[in-house]
């Protein structure tokens, strides 16, 4: 079993649609998660940090379930720039070795 | 302030040779490390130094890869000799602090063994 696992999509939306990414990961013992966002051919970037209250940064939004080792990011009100790559990231057992998801595809449309 | 860079963004190189390729982190980041995407795969950790000091290296998929950080500023990364599967995105990234610290990734460098 994969340590992280995303639907790679592609999620084709058009502008000003509000679309969620989902992540499950498989090491209970997990302490850190984020979304990063990579671009075509560049390096993945932080997007955000992902806390147990869940927390938001203007139209981006994400939550943590651990009961169900579930990550989820929602991304409302979208532009054309949101188009990219989105990355769930969960720290390893050692805690300073980042496991990556494969991606998720994000296409928005005018 | 700059940012990780890698050199070089691109190599070519053939089955049997031996490539090289060089990260600097951000000045100040103690940590350091190394990863690597294949086509079609996740990205995959392959090691972590502190300092001049290799943490974990874990990830490193044989002996045919050696890294090093010599005075603990940038690092190389060796691959001898390659191998069609060494082909794939390998970045670098750094911070501060270990743990939950952000990790900031270079451009990487794109290897393709033919």
């Known amino acids: 079993r994969k340590e992280v696992e995303q639907d790679p999509g592609p999620f084709n939306v058009p502008e000003g649609a509000t679309v969620a990414f989902n992540c499950t990961y498989s090491?209970?013992?997990?302490?850190?998660f984020f979304w990063y966002r990579q671009d075509c051919r560049k390096e993945p970037k932080l997007l955000m940090s992902?806390?147990?209250s869940g927390n938001e940064d203007g139209r981006f939004t994400a939550q943590l379930n651990r009961a169900s080792q579930y990550i989820s990011l929602l991304i409302r009100d979208s532009k054309l720039s949101d188009s990219a790559t989105y990355l769930c990231?969960?720290?390893?057992?050692?805690?300073?070795?980042?496991?990556f998801g494969k991606g998720t595809s994000l296409l928005v449309t005018p | 302030e700059a940012g990780v860079t890698q050199f070089p963004s691109h190599s070519v190189i053939e089955k049997g040779q031996t490539v090289t390729l060089r990260c600097d982190p951000i000045?100040?980041?103690?940590?350091l490390y190394w990863y690597r995407r294949v086509m079609g795969k996740e990205i995959k950790f392959l090691l972590h130094?502190?300092?001049?000091?290799?943490?974990?290296e874990s990830g490193m998929p044989n002996n045919r890869f050696l890294a090093e950080r010599t005075g603990g500023t940038y690092s190389t990364l060796k691959v001898q000799p390659a191998e069609l599967e060494d082909s794939g995105v390998y970045f670098c990234?750094?911070?501060?602090?270990?743990?939950?610290?952000?990790?900031?990734f270079g451009p990487g460098t794109r290897l393709t063994v033919l």
């Open positions: 090491n209970s013992a997990s302490q850190s």
């Open positions: 130094f502190v300092k001049e000091s290799k943490q974990d």
């Open positions: 000045s100040g980041h103690d940590n």
């Open positions: 990234a750094s911070s501060q602090d270990s743990g939950q610290g952000e990790q900031f």
């Open positions: 990231v969960v720290d390893s057992n050692s805690g300073y070795a980042l496991n």
């Open positions: 992902v806390y147990s």
